[in-house]
T-cell receptor, first 113, second 113 residues
Framework: GAGVSQSPSNKVTEKGKDVELRCDPI?????LYWYRQSLGQGLEFLIY????????KSGLPSDRFSAERTGGSVSTLTIQRTQQEDSAVYLC???????????FGAGTRLSVL | DQQVKQNSPSLSVQEGRISILNCDYT??????FLWYKKYPAEGPTFLIS?????DKNEDGRFTVFLNKSAKHLSLHIVPSQPGDSAVYFC????????????FGKGTKLSVKP
């Protein structure tokens, strides 16, 4: 596809359930980032993948959050035992290696009831 | 502790006039700055950027100014158009970082016809 694709666009879940969010980056982009935007806040960095290197997980807020990237392309962000404070828009971005400009998907709006 | 600050949550401007959006930062390691524009229910879209070796970058109606001594940058839009109404995020990248961006909280620009 032409841009970064994220699914689902909206997800409503009950507190305590696990959720998986998917990101399909721009073809050829080796770098992939996950951010989240809580209400009234800026984008908060979560995790970064670059090629086959070990990911930078320094932004993950707790061990309930994890992410993987298969085959250097599609990435899945998993949130276990969701809490109400996890409600936010989760955004994925990709870029070419060494490029500062990141291209974002439309995001997944997660609502934890 | 916010490293990138956008102190004006909102700005209203008349069509045809200049819009000036401001951004301050605290980390002297930042060496690349970007502005993103975000419409509701869409991901942020890259608008314009500037390297710390420059003090101005212009692209059509959009100009970004960087004042390193003041740790301040601004985005000028002239002339402003109703289609420019969106939330504008300032972002910064640090020298030696993996490329993850540090975002401000955004400024909502409304351009009135």
């Amino acid at each position: 596809g032409a841009g970064v694709s994220q699914s689902p666009s909206n997800k409503v879940t009950e507190k305590g359930k696990d959720v998986e969010l998917r990101c399909d980056p721009i073809s050829g982009h080796t770098a992939l980032y996950w951010y989240r935007q809580s209400l009234g806040q800026g984008l908060e960095f979560l995790i970064y993948f670059q090629g086959n290197s070990a990911p930078d997980k320094s932004g993950l807020p707790s061990d309930r959050f994890s992410a993987e990237r298969t085959g250097g392309s599609v990435s899945t962000l998993t949130i276990q035992r969701t809490q109400q404070e996890d409600s936010a828009v989760y955004l994925c971005a990709s870029s070419l290696r060494g490029e500062n400009i990141q291209y974002f998907g439309a995001g997944t709006r997660l609502s934890v009831l | 502790d916010q490293q990138v600050k956008q102190n004006s949550p909102s700005l209203s401007v008349q069509e045809g006039r200049i819009s000036i959006l401001n951004c301050d930062y605290t980390n002297s390691m930042f060496d690349y700055f970007l502005w993103y524009k975000k419409y509701p229910a869409e991901g942020p879209t890259f608008l314009i950027s500037i390297s710390s070796i420059k003090d101005k970058n212009e692209d059509g109606r959009f100009t970004v100014f960087l004042n390193k001594s003041a740790k301040h940058l601004s985005l000028h839009i002239v002339p402003s158009q109703p289609g420019d109404s969106a939330v504008y995020f300032c972002a910064a990248s640090a020298r030696g970082s993996q490329g993850n961006l540090i975002f401000g909280k955004g400024t909502k620009l409304s351009v009135k016809p």
